[in-house]
């Protein structure tokens, strides 16, 4: 008899939806502005697998202080809780959905938490779980835990 190996799929494997394209597109801006001017004090993490508290999950960005690369020893799961979150909303989200997951990464001990609407261009950061400041395409995102500036025209914008 043959045996049949199931392989998980992208969302069972990583607890959440597949990516469309314009999470794709954010996604690359975020990772490409915030290295560029924060590489000396930041590592963004893309789709890094966590296990917090008993609780798994993958941020679609995580912020951790800066790390040294040991190539002789790898990570697949990280236990410490990221500095920062990014969460980009899919078109198969909900948003109660995100909401949830930002209340257990500051339970876990994540200082940031931002949530990108990609329809309303707009950024979410989170404070704590209940505190948010709103930051829109033409603005300047501050978030003052990380010390971290954004122009978000940088992020939203097209190219001309």
Same mark, same amino acid.
């Given at each position: 008899m043959e045996t049949l190996v199931l392989t998980p799929t992208y969302e069972e494997e990583r607890n959440k939806p597949m990516p469309s394209k314009n999470h794709a597109i954010l996604q690359k801006r975020l990772i490409v502005a915030l290295s560029v001017r924060y590489n000396s004090t930041y590592e963004i993490l *893309? %789709? /890094?697998s966590l296990d917090l508290d008993d609780w798994q999950s993958t941020p679609d960005l995580a912020i951790y202080p800066k790390m040294q690369i040991d190539f002789n020893s790898d990570e697949i799961r990280l236990t410490e809780? !990221? =500095?920062? @979150?990014? %969460? /980009? =909303? *899919? !078109? $198969? #989200?909900?948003?109660q959905e995100l909401t949830d997951k930002i209340a257990k990464y500051f339970k876990a001990g994540t200082s *940031?938490?931002?949530? =990108? =609407?990609?329809?309303? #261009? *707009? /950024?979410? @950061?989170f404070s704590?779980?209940? $505190?948010?400041?709103v930051f829109q395409e033409h603005d300047l995102l501050e978030d003052k835990k990380l010390n971290i500036q954004l122009d978000l025209k940088e992020i939203f914008g097209n190219p001309s």
């Open positions: *893309s %789709e /890094i809780a !990221p =500095l920062g @979150v990014i %969460e /980009i =909303l *899919s !078109p $198969t #989200q909900t948003l *940031s938490c931002w949530l =990108l =609407l990609p329809t309303l #261009q *707009s /950024i979410f @950061v704590d779980a209940k $505190t948010h400041a």
